[in-house]
Each structure stands twice: as C-alpha cells, then as structure tokens.
C-alpha cells in the first residue's frame, strides 16, 4: 500500500525487520552489488564498467572519497562504489515523453526511491513561467534564458552558484571563476552541511583546513580512533585498510552511540578467506558514546594525560617547540568536572581509564572521524579538543599519526581547492587577479544555510546548482522547499532525477550532465579530469562509457558555456578552456599552490601528492605560526524528560539523497525507510512498544514544532537516551537556525524530539 508524506510517497507495507549484523562486507555484500547492477546496466555492461572503476587508466569511483593506494588491483571497488556506478551506468532513461506524462506537481509527489529509479536525463528541459510541465529546450535557449535572468538581476549576489562534491577539479575551476568574474562569492557548497566543522577547527588549530595522515600512516600506526563514522557502509574500502593496519599491529578503538556491524567485524571481499572465513574482528575497545559526548570524552583523556605520571605521557618537547596556549588549555582542562564527563558521555570512568591504557601504550595515533562529530552545535570545539590530544603527545607531524577526517564526495575536497568556497582567501582572490585581469568581489558569499536564509528573504533569485540535489540535502523542508520556489529561477545541472527538478522556481531548467564514467569528447580530443581524495591525493578520472544520450554536455561545458552567454566582454578564454582541459589545468597551476606542473604530474599513473605543511614539515601555518592548544568549555546536551536526541543517518541502500534501495542489511531493516531506532530500555521507560508506529515530534529551543510522520519503532542498541532515523526524510525535523557554531553547519545529529502515537 502506498502511503503519502509531505516529502513524496512511500510503502513500507512489506517492512522486515530482523536483528542487527555483527560483521560487514564479503559475499553478501558483493552479490547485493553485482545484482542491482545487473538490474541497472546488465550483465556485459556490468563485467565492463566495474573493471575500470579506480584503475589507473580508469575513473574515479563516484562513491566516497577514500585514496585508492598504490596497488589498485582488478575488483578495487566495494559493494556500495559498485551501487554508486550503476546509479549513473544505468541503461534507463528519462525521455521527454516522461515529461509530458508527468507534471512537475505530480513528480514532488513521488519519493526520492522512485525519482531515482527513472534513470539518466537525457537532454535539457524547461519549465516555463505558470506552466505544469518541463518541456524541451536548446542548449543554446538555456542558456540564453539562464544568462538573461543572470543579468537581469539588481546585483550579482542575488544569484546562488551551488556545488555538489561530485564536480571535478577542472569543473570547478571554471565554476567558481565565472561566479566571480560574474560579481559574486555565493559558492554554497555541500561541504557546509559534511566537513565544514572539521576544515574551520583544522585551519585554526594546525593551519590548514585538511587531514594530515596518508594511507601508509595508517599502516605505521599503534592506535586508530574511529569516531562518529560509520565505514562499513560509507567508506567500504576503509575496511580494507583497517583490516591491514590491525595486522601491522594497531588497535582499532570505535567509538559510537551505535554498534555500527563494519566496525565490529569485517570479512574481505577481494581475499578468498574473507568468503569463507569468520572475518577480522576490527574494533579492539567499543566505546558506546552518547550523542554529542565526544568533547567529554577527549578533555577527560587530555585531563588524565596532564595528571598521568607515566613516563612521557606527555610530549613536552614538541609542545615546548611547536605549540601555542599550553597554559591557558591546561588550567581549562585541570578544571574539568568528572560527573559532567560521565553524564556526557554515558561511559563509565572504568572505560575512559581503560582507553587511557590504550592511549599511553601507543607512540603513534591516528583519529579519523566523519559526520558523527561534525554536524552538531558543537563539533568545531570538539574536533579542536580532539586536536589538542594528538598534540598534546606530538601526534601530528611525524609518521603513522594524526588527523584524518573522512570526506564524503569523491572530490569534495579538491572542489575547496579548487576556490569553491564562499569565503576565500585573499591571497587566492590576488592570484584569480593576476591570473584573469578582472577584480574578483572581496565581500564573502553565502554559505547553504545562509543561502537559504536569502532564498526566503527575497535576497537571492536566481539559483544554479552543479550537482547535488539541494531541497533534499538541506535542513528544515518545508522552509528550504518555500525558498526555491520562491525564486524567479531555479536550474540544476544533473545526472539523475531528483526532487530538487521537482520542488522549482517560477522558471526552472535541467542541464542534463556527463557522469565520471562517460567519455567526455571535446573538439581538441578526448579529455580527462581530475579529483583529490580525503588524503590530498590528486589524480586523474577517464570515462569510457559511451554517453547516456548524445544531448548531454559535460559540466566544464556547460560551464564554459553559459560564462560565454552571461559575461560576452569577460575577456576570458572560455572557449579555449573547453576546447582542451589542458588549458584549464595551466590556469590551476598558475592560481592554486601546490599545483606547480599541473599537467605534466597529474599524466603520472598514481597522480601526486599535495603539500600539508604539519604533516611534511611540522610546520604549523597558523595565526600565531605554532599549532594551536584551545579551550573548550564543555555544555553537556541535556535532553528533558520524556525527550531523545535524534540522530540522522545514512542507511547502507542510499547514497546521501540517493535511495538506492530500501534495505538497511546490516541494521537489519527490509523493504522500508521510515524507522526510528531506540534502546529497549527508553521504549519501556516511554511506554512505546517495538513495532508501535509513531510521528517524531522536534522541539526547538524557540518554541515551534515540526513533524516528521509515520516511523515504525524499532528496539535497537543503539545508546540510551539516543535515537536514530534516516536522513533526508527526517531532514523536515532540522531547524534552520539549528547550526553548529562557527562552520553554520546543521545539526543533523543532535535534535531533540519526542515520539507520539501515529
Ligand atoms: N554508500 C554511501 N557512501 C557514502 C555516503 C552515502 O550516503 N552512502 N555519503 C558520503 C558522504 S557525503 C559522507 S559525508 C560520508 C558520511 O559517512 P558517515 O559519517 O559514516 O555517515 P553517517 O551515516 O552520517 O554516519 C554517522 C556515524 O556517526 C555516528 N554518530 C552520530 N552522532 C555521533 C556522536 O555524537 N558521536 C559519535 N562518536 N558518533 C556519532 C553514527 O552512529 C554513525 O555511525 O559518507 C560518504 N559515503
Ligand atoms: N539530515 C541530514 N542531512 C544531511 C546529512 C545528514 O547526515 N543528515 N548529510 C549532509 C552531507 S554530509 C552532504 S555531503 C549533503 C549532500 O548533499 P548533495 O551533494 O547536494 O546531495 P547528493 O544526494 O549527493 O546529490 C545527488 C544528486 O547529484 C546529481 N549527480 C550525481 N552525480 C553527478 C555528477 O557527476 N554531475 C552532476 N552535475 N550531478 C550529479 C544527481 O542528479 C543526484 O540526484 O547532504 C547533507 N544533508
Ligand atoms: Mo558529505
């Protein structure tokens, strides 16, 4: 039976749900894969396309951005890189008869699985002014429409220029630099809402805004934490390398308020024994953290460090040479109230002492982390304190040690490199002058928040997204879905079908894409692009593919396209740029430091490697010039009575706003999305029996509420107190104003909410 939300609808009619998994990947995960590509793309098609996802003559698997190492063997991809391929590889298509069958009122009514499920844009689209279709349009009347409304505009910073983290380093480029040569730097990007936390407490404390570990630091490590970051599912291939440290003698600490089953157990899907055998159990100490217990957790470590009386618990001669604001940290941290840690954290002091053990047993350490520190109203103090321990033990600078934040998209971080930022630096403004001979606008953009925020207000019109699919991606719905179609226009560049096409403004276009695994012919010849993974690792991406449709343009094209159509006197060799990537590539090496050479290294078979100035030098290039030891003032998150901290997650069938399929495999979820997952012991404190169907109820601290309908209660063990659900269906729950302090990112994964009876 199909059931309606305010978000599309949704049958959850044949729900299962069975108990959690307690290990990740091997077979099950490889058949999973290879049959929804078989149901995408068919078996000739499959065998060809999955040979080549990260060769080193291949492309660059759109599914996350882990580094693919050096010894990127055949079958170098996992279960959900495979799901993400056969997303874009699939033989389906989106025709213009789909179109006129369908209205635009008809398609926000469909879920996000459904829209998903349609297959790959064909050829631009246009909705008119007052008209209840898309219907087909030229490439060159798009962008003859999308420039006029540009232009028309009172000023450049009423239009918004949105990046996904899918977009090339050569995409980007050219993005960003007709956003700014248009008059603005309203460069939201997708990273506002991942690792936002993690670049502004990274650039303040070490000077740069990116992790400092490459693989072989991994190998070389003593102790790895795995904090808030589910890698079974959203980095497979983590697993691997996970697996591979543990043999070279690291422990493994996971610490999360879900036993989440890849990090648990993990049997090898690329070795005969990960088919048969019972795995290698990864994580050495779980520690079941509360929601947002993490800065508790690492001021109690730091703490005992500063008290220990073990021999060099303590670096003293790094701190003494390297580091800035010793005292004032240390004072802080001395002061540190144990009842407030044990409250935030839900450990007992018999575990932080334990994991002390560990700590002081280990010469090098590695913390990698993803959303599940970033996207609460803390996370740019809690990554800070997190810092403040590697240093406190010199642990960033010198071989297996340091941090490493686990990046999302495939190029995510090198779209940041590249300047999609809506904050710049001067210094890369100064060499976009000397470069183009035009003044680039110095007054920061808006982030997405804020992007929104003009949206609403009437401040922003016009909206243009690379990639992405922002309506589902951002917070509070209702309010972001009010904000787009209040916009004179709306237009996304995209591979699929997506909500964003459905929820538009008065005018709204498709620009139909090239995905990574298409050949991307330009008159100079076939072209190639490049990407940066997690590590600072550049290297390059060929499609082989014949494209999805002979109508579509790659994303340099469109750019280089409508700069031509927008900014005619602009000066700039946009022709020349799409003619031959090369070109763009020469821009880079002369803008971007660290690209010196860029064409000649990026030909070398593994790419190169970005400078990061602690990891290669400890050199620290901060306000003060050392790295930085901060305060942290710890506010424990008290939820009242009769309330539960939710968490938005991702579950193993999606890719962010993509649903794959409606299985969970490891949580034990079948065929339904619409869940809540909650320990036993607040279900019966609640009086709410596993299996009830409830609504989440958010409660925000200004008073309103806002309802996500129709979860069935599943009884988890995940941490008291501690509830979870997927995004982006609970995304409506988020409010707008609810953001992290100083990255503005949404707290995705602290809300308050309370459940009632549906
Ligand atoms: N297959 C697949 N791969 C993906 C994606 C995808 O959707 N599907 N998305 C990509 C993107 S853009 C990103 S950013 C990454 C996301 O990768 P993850 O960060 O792994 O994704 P989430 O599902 O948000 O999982 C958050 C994890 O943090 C835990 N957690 C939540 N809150 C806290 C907390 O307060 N403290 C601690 N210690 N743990 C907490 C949760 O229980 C969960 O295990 O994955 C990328 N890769
Ligand atoms: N509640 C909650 N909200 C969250 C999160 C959360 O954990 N909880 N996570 C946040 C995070 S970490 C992120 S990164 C954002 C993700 O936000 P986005 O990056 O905006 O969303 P995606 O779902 O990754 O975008 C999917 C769409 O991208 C398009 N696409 C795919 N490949 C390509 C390509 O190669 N080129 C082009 N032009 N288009 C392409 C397809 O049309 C597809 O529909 O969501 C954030 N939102
Ligand atoms: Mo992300």
Known sequence: MTRKAPDGDFDDSEMEVAKPKTWAAGVPGVTAALRQSYEQMGVRRTALTLLRVNQKKGFDCPGCAWPEGDHRHVAEFCENGAKAVAEEATT??????????????????RSDHWLGQQGRLTEPMLKRAGSEHYEPVSWDEAFGLLASELTALESPDEAVFYTSGRTSNEAAFAYQLFARAFGTNNLPDCSNMCHESSGSALSETIGIGKGSVLLDDLYQADLIFVVGQNPGTNHPRMLSALEKAKKEGARIIAVNPLP?????????????????????????????????????????????????DAPEAVDQEFLDAHSHGFDAFRKHVLGLDWDEVLEATGLTRGEIAATLGDVLGAKRIIVCWAMGLTQHRNSVPTIREIVNFLLLRGNIGRPGAGVCPVRGHSNVQGDRTMGIWEKPKPAFLDALAAEFGFEPPREHGVDTVDAIRAMRDGKARVFLGMGGNFVRATPDSAVTEAALRSCRLTAQVSTKLNRSHAVAGELALI???????????????PQFVSVEDSMGMVHASRGRLAPASGDLLSEVSITCRLARAALPGSGIGWDAMERDYDVIRDHVSRVVPGFADYNARIREPDGFTLPHAPRDERRFPTATGKANLTVNALEVLRVPEGRLLLQTVRSHDQYNTTIYGLDDRYRGIKAGRRVVFVNPADLSGLGIADGAMVDLVSEWSDGTERRAPAFRVVSYPTAPGCAAAYFPETNVLVPLDSTAEVSNTPTSKSIVIRLEPA
């Open 511 to 525: 620009l139909p894409a090239l995905g990574r695994t298409e050949r991307d012919d330009q008159e100079s010849g």
């Open 92 to 109: 389906r298509r989106v025709t213009r008869a789909f179109f006129a069958e369908h209205t635009v009122a008809e398609l926000a009514e």
């Open 260 to 308: 989440e089953a890849g990090l648990m157990r993990f049997k090898n899907p690329q070795r005969p024994s990960g088919v048969t055998g019972q795995g290698t159990v990864l994580a050495d100490r779980f520690l079941q953290i509360r929601l947002n217990g993490d800065l508790a957790l690492f001021q109690a470590l730091n703490r005992m460090l500063l008290e220990s």
